[in-house]
């Protein structure tokens, strides 16, 4: 009977344990990561096809009316720019093509094209009617391409419609292998908990129960060497229950942040649907309008506030997008104190117009850094326009630029801008960073998140505090061996 001893029986039940407990963590953390791949696949495949798609409509609906307007008055410019939105047409064709591997699909887009192709011909045939005088002819076959034209807006809607179905799929087939991790939580934690109730059963019966009894009966000491080896065996028990739960922990937020980015992705791909095929019209007609019709400065003004709304609600769009999509690095060797001077060159009237002084205080320039200068100037674009935001009128931006060393990036450069406004305040500095988190009535919540995406892409640092004066400073730190230190995210 020496392998059923108490010691040996202690050890099965937590071997058991320990068994159920690791064994399924891992399981759910190698299903989590199956899961964050299946979402991702939904992101890059259905939701770029989907948004791909809405721009090849929008770009067929900006096609309305030119040839129209070129019988009208004859100006080659409508010409020029049916020409333009064909190109577009055409190359959010091709974009589209590359994402959409359903055959159902793909006759839907073959099919487009091919109506495109021959809208395109009868057009050329009104444009050599409408030249030659002959309005009767270009008008009788103009009516053919205006429904034929309807008809290729048809078709969009349905293949929008197709690839809304697949992504809705898709969609059910995430919620099942979710519904599948919730059954084998539930599944192993029963387990889990009936090992330590019996584990538990074992230790009273038969080390508390008859320890008590014996320190009841007797004024001997007790042998330690038997509760010694249960109190080891106890605490690696409870080690590998918290490494377990922080395994399970880790799992489930990779599930939320891949459904998040799903989210994200197929809202963004919403509100450009929704907003940019009206959008394009207005700003067309809006177009048309003010090349058409004598206006005085009153209704001159008019038409700047109209056209600065909707230029601020592209804006918006963009912001959705880029945030959903990020672009990759176009890395070069450039130093960052050259983008500083083109992001002030490119603020420069805004700077004056609100009176701002800007104060640049380096002894020499950063050395080259590999970077991609557009999206570090974007960084500093957004991170001065919030200063200036911030500060309301005039005021006074500084920009400091140095190189030092810290752990464990190795050799940095540091870029920091403090203003005079009023700052931001300690409880929300972390929060500034996050996605949708905005303090402005009018504000996306993306310009500063988008700010730390392209940071951390190089990867570098930023951080907020608070400026001597009371303003916000933002500091950014940059490697100059980014190309180490951010290679994971480049690829």
């Known amino acids: 009977m020496r392998w059923f001893s108490l010691r040996f029986r202690i050890y099965v039940v937590l071997g058991l344990l320990m068994t159920v407990t690791v064994g399924g963590g891992t399981i759910m953390l190698w299903y989590g990561t199956r899961l ?5 696949g939904i992101f890059e495949r259905q939701v770029y096809a989907l948004e791909s798609a809405m721009r090849l409509q929008s770009s067929l609906a900006a096609q309305r009316g030119f040839l129209t307007y070129y019988s009208l ?12 939105q064909h190109a577009a047409f055409e190359r959010e064709l091709a974009k589209v093509r590359g994402f959409v591997d359903e055959t159902r699909s793909r006759q839907l887009l073959n099919a487009i ?32 391409t205006r429904k034929r034209f309807e008809n290729l807006l048809n078709q969009c809607d349905g293949f929008l419609d197709e690839l809304r179905a697949g992504l809705e799929r898709d969609r059910t087939d995430g919620l099942g292998r979710l519904r599948l991790v919730n059954n084998l939580a539930v599944l192993f934690l029963p387990c889990t908990l009936l090992l330590g109730v019996v584990l538990a059963v074992v230790l009273y019966r038969q080390i508390l129960g008859p320890i008590r009894r014996l320190a009841g009966e007797t004024d001997g000491v007790v042998g330690p060497d038997e509760v010694a080896a249960l109190e080891h065996r106890m605490h690696g028990l409870i080690e590998r229950v918290g490494q377990a739960r922080v395994k399970l922990e880790k799992s489930q937020a990779t599930l939320m942040v891949a459904e998040r980015l ?6 963004a791909a919403g509100v450009a649907h929704s907003i940019r095929n009206p959008l394009t019209s207005v700003k067309m007609r809006l177009f048309s309008l003010q090349r058409s019709l004598s206006m005085g400065p009153n209704q001159q003004e008019d038409f700047e506030v109209i056209a600065a709304e909707i230029k601020h609600l592209d804006t918006i769009i963009q912001n959705f997008l880029e945030y959903a999509r990020p ?14 001077d083109a992001a002030l060159t490119l603020l420069e009237h805004r700077l004056k117009g609100q009176g701002v002084e800007v104060v640049v205080e380096r002894e020499d320039a950063i050395r080259p850094i590999l970077i991609d200068p557009e999206q570090i100037k974007e960084v500093l674009v957004n991170l001065m326009a919030s200063s200036l935001d911030a500060m ?29 406004g009023p700052g931001v305040p300690e409880d929300i500095r972390e929060s500034v960073f996050e996605p949708f988190f905005t303090t402005k ?3 996306t919540g993306l310009g500063l998140p988008i700010v730390r995406r392209i940071v951390e892409e190089h990867g570098g640092t930023v951080s907020c505090t608070q400026a001597k004066g009371g303003g916000a400073k933002f500091t950014i730190i940059l490697p100059f061996d980014a190309q180490e230190q951010g290679r994971a995210r480049w690829h």
């Open 36 to 40: 964050q791949s299946f979402f991702t």
């Open 392 to 420: 309301g009128g005039s005021g006074r931006l500084r920009i400091t630029e140095n190189e030092g060393f810290l752990e464990p990036m190795g050799r940095v450069g540091v870029i920091a801008l403090a203003d005079s």
């Open 262 to 267: 799903a989210t994200v992705g197929k809202m």
């Open 73 to 84: 008055d004859h100006d080659p410019l409508w010409l020029n720019r049916l020409r333009d």
């Open 113 to 144: 094209e091919s109506d495109f192709l021959r809208l395109t011909v009868e057009r050329e045939r009104v444009a050599e009617f409408i030249d030659a005088g002959d309005q009767r002819a270009a008008g009788a076959l103009q009516s053919i």
């Open 327 to 340: 672009p990759k690095l176009q890395l070069r060797r450039v130093s960052p104190s050259e983008v500083v």
């Open 441 to 443: 009535d009018e504000g």
